[in-house]
C-alpha cells in the first residue's frame, strides 16, 4: 500500500523533526537553573516543560489539526476519545533529572490509533540518540537498525528498573543483575529495543505519555512489552494509568513477567 507507506513516513519524520527542535529548545534551558514548581502527585515541572510543550503542541496540532492530544503537561480533554488518532507527548520525560543537570532524560512523541502506537520518536539531546518507529516498518536509533539483546532466561539478564517492582529477594533468587537507575521511564524502555539491557520494569500508574513511543520502538524492534498479566498496553482509553509492566527481550519476557507479577501480588 503505497499511500499507507507514504503516510506512515511523513508520521515519522514529523515525530522526528519535531522531537530533535524540541530538544535543542529544552537544552537552552538545561543546567541554567530554569523556575521550577512541584505540581499535584509531588512531581516536579520546569518552565522548560512547559515550553516545549507549548512548541510541540503548536508544531504538531498544526500539521495534523484532526489529531487528539495527550500531553503530561497539557490539561486532559476529553474531546481525543472521539479522535481517530491522537498525539501523545512527553515534551521532557525525566524531569528530576533535568532539573539535577544528568544526562538521561528525553522528548518522547507518539501517534496512537485504535488504542496502539503506530509511530514514535525518542530523543535524548545530551546523548544526540534519537529513537524512531512506525507500526510494521521495524525501529531504528540515529538511522541504524536495531534489535533486542538475545539473552535467555533470568540468570544473567541486566535488568532496570525500581527496588518497587524488581526487589533485591527477587534478584538473589533468580541471578538477576540490576542496571544503574535510569530516571527517564521512557528512555529505559527504549534501551530494551537496542539491547543494551534484556529488560525493564516500572512499577504502576504510569501515564500514556511515559509509556507509547517506547512501546512502538520495543514491539519494532523485536522486543515484548507488556502489563505484569501478559495484555498489550491501550492507549488514548479513558483512564490514563496503567498497573506494572514488563519490557524485556523475548527470551527473557516470559520469565521476568511471572517473577515481578509474584512480587507485585505479595507485597
Excluded at 45 to 52: K, M, S
Excluded at 176 to 197: C, E, H, N, Q, W
Aim: hydrophobic fraction near 45%; proline fraction near 4%; glycine fraction near 8%.
Amino acid at each position: 500500500m503505497p499511500d499507507a507507506d507514504a503516510a506512515g513516513r511523513a508520521d515519522l519524520d514529523l515525530l522526528a523533526g519535531a522531537a530533535r527542535d524540541a530538544g535543542a529548545l529544552a537544552l537552552t534551558y538545561f543546567r541554567r537553573d530554569p523556575d521550577r514548581w512541584m505540581k499535584e502527585g509531588n512531581s516536579v515541572v520546569t518552565e522548560a516543560d512547559i515550553a516545549v510543550d507549548d512548541f510541540l503542541r503548536e508544531r504538531l496540532v498544526s500539521s495534523r489539526p484532526d489529531h487528539g492530544w495527550i500531553s503530561e503537561e497539557s490539561e486532559d480533554n476529553a474531546t481525543r476519545l472521539g479522535c481517530a488518532r491522537v498525539f501523545v507527548v512527553d515534551p521532557i520525560d525525566g524531569t528530576r533529572a533535568f532539573v539535577d543537570g544528568r544526562p538521561d532524560w528525553t522528548v518522547s512523541l507518539a501517534i496512537a490509533e485504535a488504542g496502539r502506537p503506530v509511530a514514535a520518536a525518542l530523543f535524548a539531546p545530551v546523548h544526540d540518540e534519537l529513537f524512531l518507529a512506525s507500526a510494521g516498518a521495524g525501529a531504528s536509533l540515529n538511522g541504524a537498525p536495531i534489535a533486542p539483546s538475545r539473552h535467555k532466561g533470568l540468570k544473567g539478564a541486566l535488568i532496570a528498573g525500581s527496588k518497587n517492582v524488581i526487589s533485591d529477594k527477587a534478584l538473589a533468587a533468580t541471578g538477576i543483575r540490576r542496571a544503574g537507575f535510569i530516571p527517564s521511564l521512557a528512555y529505559r524502555l527504549a534501551l530494551v529495543g537496542d539491547g543494551r539491557i534484556d529488560g525493564a520494569a516500572a512499577r504502576p500508574d504510569a501515564y500514556d505519555w511515559d509509556l507509547a513511543a517506547a512501546d512502538l520502538i520495543v514491539h519494532e524492534a523485536g522486543g515484548l512489552m507488556t502489563d505484569i498479566d501478559g495484555r498489550q498496553i491501550r492507549y488514548n482509553e479513558r483512564r490514563l494509568r496503567h498497573p506494572a509492566l514488563v519490557a524485556a527481550a523475548a527470551g527473557v519476557h516470559e520469565a521476568l513477567r511471572q517473577r515481578i507479577a509474584s512480587s507485585v501480588r505479595h507485597r
